[in-house]
C-alpha cells in the first residue's frame, strides 16, 4: 500500500450513505472504516458535524463525484476551496476522486465520463490532479473508470495511462475491482492481465460494487451501478488483485436501491474473510 496517499485501515470499510446516517450515529457497527461522497458534506450544518463525531470511532476516506478532474478548462476553484476546508476539518485517512470529466463551459453533467487515453488528455488530468494535492496538501487517489466505448483517439492503453498519471502527478490509484471487470467485458479485454498491467503501481484502496447486465440491441452491456451484492466473478477478480498487490483496504461501495445496513455488513465480512486469508498468505 502506498502510504503517502492513504493511511486507512487494510481492512473492510462501508460506503456510508444519508439512509444509514441515524444507524450508523447510534449504533456504532463493528466496521473499521466509512467512505463519504466528500460533496454531500461541503455545506454547513449537521452532516459534517455528524461526520467530525464519527472520525472518533471511524476512520474515513473522502471520495469525490464533482470535482471533474480531467476537465479541459481546470478546475473549479471555489468547489476546491470547499474540499480543502473539509479536509482540514475531519483530517480524513485517505482523499479521492475520479479518472473522468463531468463539467464544461459551467455546465454540471450527473455522470462521470470517459477520456480518452491521449497525451491531451493526460496533460490535463496531471495538471488537474497537481492542483488539487496542492489544494489540499496531499496525495491523492484517483480511481479507474468503468467504461462502456473506446474512444478513437486513445494511444495506449487504460493501465498505462494510469501509470503515467501516478508518476508524474505522484497520485495514487484506487483501484475498483468492478471497474475492472465491467470495462474489460464490455470491451473483450482481459481482467487478468489489466491487474498484473497495474499491480506495480502505488495502490492506497480497493473498491467492490454490484453491476447488472443488460442487452441493447444484440449487444449485452454490463453496467456499473453500485445497486446490488457484489458479483461471484468480481470477487474472484478481488482474490487474484490480492494475490497480486497483496492485502489493501477495501470498501463495499452501494449507491442505488440501497438495502438495510445489515447487508451492507454481510458483504463486507464476505470481503474481510478474503482479506484476512490475503494476510494469512502475505505473512
Request: proline share 5%; charged share 20%.
Amino acid at each position: 500500500m502506498n502510504a503517502s496517499c492513504s493511511q486507512l485501515p487494510v481492512a473492510t470499510g462501508i460506503g456510508l450513505r444519508a439512509a444509514h446516517h441515524e444507524r450508523v450515529r447510534a449504533d456504532r457497527p463493528d466496521i473499521a472504516w466509512l467512505e463519504v461522497h466528500t460533496e454531500n458534506f461541503l455545506g454547513g450544518g449537521a452532516t459534517p458535524a455528524m461526520l467530525e463525531l464519527l472520525r472518533e470511532r471511524y476512520a474515513i476516506s473522502l471520495h469525490g463525484v464533482g470535482l471533474s478532474l480531467g476537465s479541459a478548462e481546470g478546475l473549479d476553484e471555489e468547489h476546491l476551496a470547499r474540499i480543502a476546508a473539509l479536509v482540514q476539518r475531519i483530517e480524513p485517512a485517505a482523499v479521492s476522486d475520479h479518472v473522468s470529466w463531468s463539467v464544461t463551459g459551467g455546465v454540471y453533467f450527473n455522470d462521470l465520463l470517459p477520456l480518452p487515453y491521449d497525451d491531451d488528455a493526460l496533460a490535463i488530468l496531471v495538471r488537474n490532479v497537481t492542483r488539487f494535492q496542492e489544494a489540499i496538501g496531499r496525495a491523492v487517489m484517483v480511481e479507474n473508470p468503468s467504461t462502456y466505448l473506446r474512444h478513437v483517439q486513445s494511444d495506449r492503453a487504460e493501465p498505462q495511462f494510469l501509470a503515467e498519471l501516478c508518476q508524474r502527478s505522484g497520485c495514487g490509484l484506487l483501484l475498483d475491482v468492478n471497474n475492472v471487470f465491467v470495462s474489460t467485458e464490455n470491451q473483450g479485454d482481459d481482467a487478468q492481465a489489466y491487474l498484473a498491467a497495474i499491480a506495480h503501481l502505488p495502490i492506497g484502496e480497493i473498491h467492490l460494487s454490484g453491476h447488472h447486465l443488460r442487452q441493447i440491441g444484440n449487444r449485452s452491456i454490463r453496467i456499473d451501478d453500485h445497486g446490488s451484492p457484489v458479483s461471484a466473478p468480481v470477487w474472484a477478480l478481488y482474490e487474484r488483485a490480492l494475490e497480486l498487490i497483496g492485502p489493501l483496504p477495501t470498501l463495499i461501495e452501494w449507491d442505488s436501491a440501497l438495502p438495510p445496513l445489515e447487508t451492507l455488513l454481510g458483504e463486507a465480512s464476505k470481503a474481510q474473510t478474503r482479506l484476512d486469508a490475503a494476510k494469512r498468505s502475505a505473512a
